[in-house]
């Protein structure tokens, strides 16, 4: 396990070929993401993020996004191919804007970086409808937050979510409020016009037509400030697609990876 500023970070490597680095939504695990690494192909390499599957526990002190990016990072070889869902993705456009050396290609699929859509009456829709899980997490009901936030953003209703499952929700919960301030505020300028502006590496956006709202808001502003980014949209799909739309988010990457070959 690589250590990152104090944290043994889990990683596994599947398949040959390009370098790939592949890193999941918040409250997941790497694994959830192996199906979508294998349609993809390539030498890929997933980990579970501080707090998450087999990582080590965050320290509740290092900022929660620039640690995922530097652990993606510390498993780059040279220059990769950086795929993110959620807030991984959100994790990977920061790598990519601070170390462009480590990157060849990005894939961001549904990145929550809200900051991005302030000022858009998607971002108020989304804040509203995100009051109430601020709202159980300021009284300590952690069981109440994670049941919201599964509600707003999750593939299964609560009720069949299985209860183990339900306790590794609950249990890391409070890692929802640990990247907040990065996709919210965005205090370090990563998605300002001038940083996206100098990115010079294809990106590949990709979200689902039944999404909410301010996946797409975010979206349009990231493709109207990254000089070579495309946006993809899966019929069908909401914010869990590389579960449950697989093969169709494995088609556009293939297709975009054959365009930049």
């Not at 929660?64 to 652990?71: E, F, K, M």
Request: net charge negative; with cysteine.
């Amino acid at each position: 396990m690589p250590d990152i500023s104090g944290h043994a970070v889990h990683a596994v490597t599947v398949g040959t070929g390009a370098p790939v680095i592949m890193v999941h939504c918040a409250l997941a695990r790497h694994d959830r993401l192996l199906p979508l690494a294998g349609a993809i192909g390539g030498h890929v390499t997933l980990f579970d993020m501080p707090g998450h599957g087999k990582s080590a526990d965050w320290d509740g002190k290092t900022e929660y996004q620039g640690l995922v990016a530097d652990a993606a990072a510390a498993l780059c070889d040279g220059p990769t191919h950086l795929i993110g869902h959620s807030f991984g993705a959100t994790a990977m456009l920061r790598l990519a804007v601070t170390r462009p050396d480590l990157v060849s290609r990005l894939t961001l699929i549904e990145p929550v970086y809200f900051a991005a859509a302030k000022r858009m009456p998607e971002h108020n829709q989304h804040a509203k409808a995100f009051r109430p899980f601020v709202m159980a997490m300021l009284a300590g009901d952690e069981a109440r937050a994670a049941e919201v936030f599964n509600s707003l953003w999750g593939a299964t209703p609560w009720e069949d979510v299985p209860a183990r499952l339900r306790t590794y929700l609950i249990a890391r919960i409070h890692l929802i409020v640990a990247g907040a301030a990065a996709i919210e505020e965005d205090a370090d300028g990563i998605i300002s016009a001038e940083r996206l502006g100098a990115l010079d590496i294809p990106v590949t956006l990709i979200r689902g037509a039944d999404s909410q709202p301010v996946i797409s808001a975010i979206h349009q502003r990231l493709v109207g400030r990254i000089p070579q980014a495309r946006d993809h949209v899966v019929p069908g799909a909401a914010h869990m697609l590389p579960l449950t739309h697989t093969e169709e988010v494995a088609k556009i990457i293939r297709a975009a990876d054959r365009e930049t070959a």
